[in-house]
């Protein structure tokens, strides 16, 4: 199954399908483990103590996400 990104409104990116294909690093080039998961939820509001997943803060601070995703480049 594809991997498919849905930006939630006003809230965390949900990452779902075939995580194994999926790989993460963090800003050292150091791998984040997922093996296991079947879904994840990415921060975008940059407020989560869990970066980078979501612990649920974007609702604490009231982010408010742009109603449409802007083109790439």
Do not use: Y
């Not at 997922?34 to 982010?63: N, Q, V, Y």
């Amino acid at each position: 199954m594809a991997i498919k990104m849905l930006f939630t409104p006003n809230g965390s990116i949900a990452v779902a399908g075939d995580l194994s294909e999926l790989k993460l690093v963090d800003s050292t080039g150091q791998p984040i483990d997922i093996s296991g998961e079947t879904k994840i939820w990415l921060c975008r509001c940059g407020a989560s103590k869990t970066k980078p997943f979501c612990d649920g803060s974007h609702e604490t601070i009231g982010f408010r996400a742009a109603d449409k995703a802007a083109a790439p480049g």
